[in-house]
């Protein structure tokens, strides 16, 4: 049987409570489907900075290299200063790794009530492709932190031909395989210089897709449109701001953001993915055994797919149609009462 080295990153709060009913899944598909995962896991967190000085250690890129993908839950707690947390673990794994495509699909799933009016399930279901190595997140700029009048922060935007066309491609394609629609977020209508370079791209890209039927949107008017119109998006590509604002947002139409998963990709295959819900360490319901796992057992089947199985990785989406769908268990950000583990019992019930 083929055997998946895995890193396990719990890290903060609700992250280190949605990732064992992820593992819980994953044991069941291994064995249904003949394949095993052996994991490593990781107590790089707040926790460990606040003890060691540092999210991770220093040969930490290097201890995840010849993984086969990487399970996240999620980083950053009151305490540490979230630009400490993510640019001290989550940003370099993304980066190292060239994980340049995140992917974040959209669902209303039967059973889960939107809180959009006409969201309906069945006809809301679209993926984010956001850039995911530079943009608004660059390291290109400083703050000077005097605490006098003249203090300063400063942050470009980087964009690169290169980069762009990357992800762009990759979304492109995506767009021809799934409903032939793309849709780029752009902000080129004001005085933003970098928007209009994302634009000439996107247009110059389109031009190897003609089975793809594309159009672009203002992000305002976007967000409003997601709201207003959930049902007419296919594929969205976006900047690193816009497609990280977007995929919480989308999250929300679908009904929670702990519902949507995440998959951080170098389509290359160099070096390993990260999988990893796209909500936070929820640091408001941490410790109370509340948090709904489904964003994090949606990520673990996008993981599958990525790792070879995909049959496996549909049997999980199958299952958390089932549970939706066939039962009124929920967590309590999805209007029910079940706990985390009662919610994972009852969806392996069904797997
Ligand atoms: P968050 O996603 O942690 O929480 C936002 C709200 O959604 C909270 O009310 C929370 O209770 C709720 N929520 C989130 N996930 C949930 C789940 N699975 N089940 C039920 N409710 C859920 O976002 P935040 O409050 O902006 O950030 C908290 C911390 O997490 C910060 O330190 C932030 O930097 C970090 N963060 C990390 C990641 C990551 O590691 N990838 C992502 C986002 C935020
Ligand atoms: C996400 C998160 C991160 C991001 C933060 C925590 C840096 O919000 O994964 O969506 O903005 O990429
Ligand atoms: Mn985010």
Redesign the pocket.
Known sequence: TTNHRIALIP?????AE?LPPAQLVLDVLGRRHGFSLSYTSYDWSCERYLREGAMMPADGIDQLRDKDAIL???????G?P?HV??WGL?IPIRRSFRQYVNLRPIRVFEGIESPVRGARPGEVDFVVVRENMEGEYSEVGGRLNSGFPDEIAVQEAVFTRAGVTRVLDYAFTLASRRGGRLTSATKSNGIVHTMPFWDQLVAERAASFPQVAWDQEHIDALAAKFVLEPARFDVVVASNLFGDILS?LAAAVAG????AP?ANLNPERDFPSMF??????????AGQG???????IWSAAMMLDHLGHPAAAKDITDAITSVLAKTDAR???LGGTATTAEFTDKLIELL
């Open positions: 890290g903060d709060g609700i992250g949605v996240l839950g999620a980083v950053g707690y009151p540490v979230d947390s993510l989550l919480d929670s953001i702990g519902v995440a990893e819900p796209v909500h936070g360490s929820a640091p408001d319901i509340i948090a709904n796992p489904l964003g994090a967590t309590r950000d």
